[in-house]
């Protein structure tokens, strides 16, 4: 069976080559806009699902992988800064915090036009951060493409005090506990893969 992630971030790729499983990753084009007043929840599962369908004509009988995510700090959905100036606001705002991390998945097989989707959850506890930390760590990592702006797989990590969830790599956009439960139930197993 081929795979595809339908994604174009360099994160999702590097942790989906953990499995060793040959696949292709192509960049999707999809409107992101949230619908009108979309909660967080249904608005990253529905872009996964999109992305994820947006390449079904270019990869017939493919297993189609499609994620996005979003994160929110009491109702208020911080999404890419873009600027180190947005970094900068969002990480004050998320300073003493916890922030929830909301991403979506999809396995969408386009020879039978089948769909398995859901919404994985992780939530991080900032520490107090100066606007000198805040400076610093923007400085160190760059974190412009990032939900959240924070890289946890670099330096991000020091910017929190707990962390809780099912999978760590949740927060990395690409959740592979429930990756591997949707392969598995679409009959690709990565432990008995060739």
């Not at 369908?53 to 994160?71: F, H, M, W």
């Not at 911080?78 to 991403?103: I, R």
């Not at 990590?157 to 990395?172: S, V, W």
Request: overall charge negative.
């Amino acid at each position: 069976m081929k795979l595809v992630l339908a994604s174009s971030s360099p994160y999702r790729r590097q942790v989906l080559s953990r499995l060793q499983l040959p696949f292709k990753a192509m960049a999707p084009e999809i409107d992101e806009t949230p619908h009108g007043d979309e909660k967080i929840a249904p608005y990253v599962r529905r872009l996964a699902e999109e992305k994820a369908r947006a390449l079904a004509d270019q990869c017939p009988d493919t297993l189609i992988i499609g994620s996005d995510q979003a994160c929110a700090l009491q109702g208020l959905i911080l999404g890419k800064p873009g600027t180190a100036e947005a970094a900068a606001q969002h990480l004050a705002l998320c300073s003493g915090q916890w922030v929830t991390f909301y991403t979506g998945l999809a396995l969408y097989h386009s020879g039978t036009d089948s769909m398995q989707s859901l919404v994985e959850t992780y939530r991080v506890k900032f520490r107090e951060l100066t606007s000198e930390e805040i400076a610093g760590y923007i400085r160190l990592d760059q974190p412009l493409d990032c939900a959240g702006s924070f890289k946890v797989e670099q330096s991000g990590i020091a910017l929190f005090e707990a962390m809780e969830g099912r999978d760590y790599n949740t927060l990395l956009g690409m959740p592979m506990i429930a990756l591997i439960t949707l392969l598995r139930e679409a009959g690709l197993n990565p432990l008995l893969a060739s």
